[in-house]
Structure formats: structure tokens, C-alpha cells
């Protein structure tokens, strides 16, 4: 990637009031986070995707994947029941999980039904953009 599309992006940034951006082009991924002085930065590690490799074999199945970067949650609050557990049955609309982002809880609702086969996040792990939560089989 050149550094005049590098810097059109940090100011794509600015003129959005953005934190962070992730963009993938041509095979080359690459995020941009900014940090005010309000605002220290906050350092986490992300596990690799141990299960993620399995779902690749698996011939039939669905996955539901995060729509954005964030915090994992399987349940509203710590505590309460999960949104679903393995075997369970999602209907489309049925909320799933929870992807806190930006102090924000973001809703994540199944968007076809079937059958929770498989759960490839930790509750309260980070999450990438694109990375799998969820397997399931078709209803």
C-alpha cells in the first residue's frame, strides 16, 4: 500500500471523527488507530482463531461472523443466561450475542435459522471484523 492512500485514509479519519479503520484491499490488511490525550491507549491480545480452521472442512454449516472490532458477549449482563448455547435453535432475527464496541453494545441477531453447532469465541474476548462467533447447520 503507498503512502499517498495511507494518507488518505488518516484523513478520511479526521474528517470522520474516527478512532480506528480497518481496511482490507488486494490482500493487504491494515488498521489505523488514533488516541486523544483524553484517552490513553489500551493494549489487549488477540487470540488467534484456534477452532477457525475446522470450519473451513466442514461442508453444510453457516457461520455467523462479527460485523465489526469489539468485546464478545454471550449473555445481556455477567451472570445472567447466554443468548444461545450449542445445540440450540435460532430463528432469523434472534439475537445471538452482544459486540461491545466504542462503550457501545452493539446487538448481533441471527440472520438465517438453524442449529448453534459450534461456539469459537470466548465470552468477553476481543473480536475482529469477519471473525467467526458462530457455526450452524441450515434449519
Do not use: H, W
Not at 493494549?43 to 469489539?70: C, F, L, N
Not at 468485546?71 to 443468548?83: D, I, N, V
Not at 444461545?84 to 450475542?97: A, Q, S
Amino acid at each position: 500500500m503507498d503512502l499517498e492512500k495511507l494518507k488518505e485514509f488518516i484523513e478520511f479519519m479526521d474528517a470522520n471523527n474516527l478512532c480506528e479503520l480497518e481496511i482490507e484491499e488486494e490482500g493487504t490488511r491494515i488498521r489505523l488507530k488514533k488516541y486523544s490525550d483524553e484517552q490513553p491507549p489500551v493494549i489487549t491480545s488477540i487470540p488467534a482463531q484456534q477452532k477457525a480452521d475446522k470450519v473451513e472442512e466442514r461442508e453444510g454449516v453457516m457461520e455467523i461472523k462479527s460485523p465489526m472490532v469489539g468485546t464478545f458477549y454471550r449473555a445481556p449482563s455477567p451472570g445472567a443466561r447466554p443468548y444461545v448455547e450449542i445445540g440450540d435453535t435460532v430463528k432469523p432475527g434472534d439475537m445471538v450475542c452482544i459486540i461491545e464496541a466504542m462503550k457501545l453494545m452493539n446487538e448481533i441477531k441471527a440472520e438465517e435459522g438453524g442449529r448453534i453447532i459450534d461456539i469459537l469465541v470466548e465470552n468477553g474476548q476481543p473480536v475482529e471484523f469477519g471473525q467467526i462467533l458462530f457455526v450452524m447447520e441450515p434449519a
